[in-house]
């Protein structure tokens, strides 16, 4: 991660990584873009924080034309805490209803009078 990008201050140490996936992707039709995804795991939880607010106080992100956007991992724990929402989601849907999650976890109806 570069650090010029998040314009982050100077640190006692550099960002270190404990690995960097990037996941395989489907064959492109020719002349065909896709998006870039890749995996990060830090040494540090404290420079994961760093990263995570550095890029929510800087707002867009780039490299040179690329767009980069970072978004938080998401535990076993909330995935489980969210699909429990599932069966009310897709009655809702089926019904026409407005709804949503708020993060992490928190479920919210919006109907109209």
Do not use: C, W
Request: hydrophobic share 45%; charged share 25%; aromatic share 8%.
């Amino acid at each position: 991660m570069d650090s010029k990008i998040l314009d982050l201050p100077p640190s006692v140490h550099p960002l270190g990584m404990e690995r960097v996936l990037a996941p395989l992707r489907r064959r492109l039709l020719p002349g065909q873009v896709a998006h870039r995804a890749f995996v990060v795991t830090f040494l540090r939880y404290q420079d994961t924080v760093r990263i995570l607010s550095a890029a929510q106080a800087k707002g867009e992100l780039k490299y040179g034309d690329a767009r980069i956007m970072i978004f938080p991992d998401l535990s076993l724990i909330l995935h489980k805490r969210r699909m429990a929402f599932s069966p009310l989601k897709r009655l809702l849907r089926q019904a026409g209803s407005a709804y949503g999650l708020l993060l992490p976890d928190d479920f919210v109806d919006v109907h109209q009078n």
